[in-house]
């Protein structure tokens, strides 16, 4: 049967179109291995959500909000010891419906990437691009295959030698942070377990630290709801 060209521009626009497997990738990753630490300025250095180890190593999935749809993204990553820095770009190609999607890695270190443990690791995924450094952040999984309904969520605070850090959310409810055991902490140095509901409905979070019992000026982080 011969189709005529109405009918076969009609099929083009009810055709439904495959979602995205992955990020695209914009900028080349930009990668600091060290033998000295680094240090890292950032006060959030990380938003992991919890997944599955896989076999495939160094392997980065982020939960990317369906209202990112054709953003440019940023992604950045660094160790706890400070050793390792990176950042890249990614653009957010639709149709996208928001589940867990696979960033993909072009490393010149992934002998050194596959042998990292979450547990020594930060990475996140900000709106706009790397200059901008955007507050608006959604969690990423390290070397792990994230769950659309994500079971635990971490934020990593590089807290600057404070001695407590605590979190507080729009409706007014509080988190503590814990300081890690970790002998070198550069990058970061305390883990706040976040509430599921803050990425189910999306949250503006107060980042507090305290240091010698004075209060440090809040930062403040915007979580996007995720489906």
Same mark, same amino acid.
């Given at each position: 049967? !011969? &189709? %005529?060209?109405?009918?076969?521009?009609?099929?083009?626009?009810?055709?439904?179109?495959?979602? *995205?497997?992955?990020?695209?990738?914009?900028?080349?990753?930009?990668?600091?291995? @060290?033998?000295? =630490?680094?240090?890292?300025?950032?006060?959030?250095?990380?938003? +992991?959500?919890?997944?599955?180890?896989?076999?495939? !190593?160094?392997? &980065?999935?982020?939960?990317?909000?369906?209202?990112?749809?054709?953003?440019?993204?940023?992604?950045?990553?660094?160790?706890?010891?400070?050793?390792?820095? *990176?950042?890249?770009?990614?653009?957010?190609?639709?149709?996208?419906?928001?589940?867990?999607?696979?960033?993909?890695?072009?490393?010149?270190? %992934?002998?050194?990437? @596959?042998?990292?443990?979450? @547990?020594?690791?930060?990475?996140?995924?900000?709106?706009?691009?790397?200059? =901008?450094?955007?507050?608006?952040?959604?969690?990423?999984?390290?070397? /792990?295959? +994230?769950?659309? *309904?994500?079971? #635990?969520? /971490? &934020?990593?605070?590089?807290?600057?030698? *404070?001695?407590?850090?605590? +979190?507080?959310? /729009? %409706?007014?409810?509080?988190?503590?942070?814990? #300081?890690?055991?970790?002998?070198?902490?550069?990058?970061?140095?305390?883990?706040?377990?976040?509430? #599921?509901?803050?990425?189910?409905?999306?949250?503006?979070?107060?980042? %507090?630290?305290?240091? !010698?019992?004075? #209060?440090?000026?809040?930062?403040?982080?915007?979580?996007?709801?995720?489906?």
């Amino acid at each position: 049967m !011969k &189709l %005529n060209a109405t009918t076969i521009a009609l099929l083009a626009v009810v055709a439904p179109q495959a979602m *995205a497997e992955e990020l695209v990738q914009v900028t080349p990753l930009t990668e600091t291995l @060290s033998e000295q =630490a680094l240090i890292s300025g950032s006060i959030v250095a990380g938003f +992991l959500s919890v997944g599955e180890a896989t076999e495939e !190593k160094p392997y &980065l999935e982020a939960m990317v909000p369906e209202a990112w749809e054709g953003s440019l993204v940023c992604l950045t990553l660094v160790s706890q010891d400070g050793r390792y820095e *990176a950042l890249g770009e990614y653009s957010v190609v639709g149709p996208w419906s928001g589940e867990p999607i696979r960033v993909p890695l072009e490393s010149l270190h %992934n002998e050194y990437l @596959s042998k990292t443990e979450r @547990s020594q690791f930060a990475g996140l995924l900000s709106k706009g691009s790397c200059d =901008a450094r955007g507050q608006t952040v959604t969690p990423v999984g390290w070397n /792990e295959k +994230l769950d659309s *309904a994500p079971s #635990k969520l /971490e &934020l990593l605070i590089n807290s600057r030698a *404070a001695d407590e850090v605590y +979190l507080v959310f /729009e %409706n007014g409810s509080d988190v503590d942070c814990v #300081k890690t055991d970790s002998a070198i902490h550069l990058a970061f140095d305390f883990v706040c377990d976040i509430p #599921k509901q803050v990425v189910d409905a999306g949250d503006v979070i107060e980042v %507090n630290r305290i240091r !010698k019992g004075r #209060k440090d000026r809040p930062h403040i982080v915007q979580v996007s709801p995720l489906p």
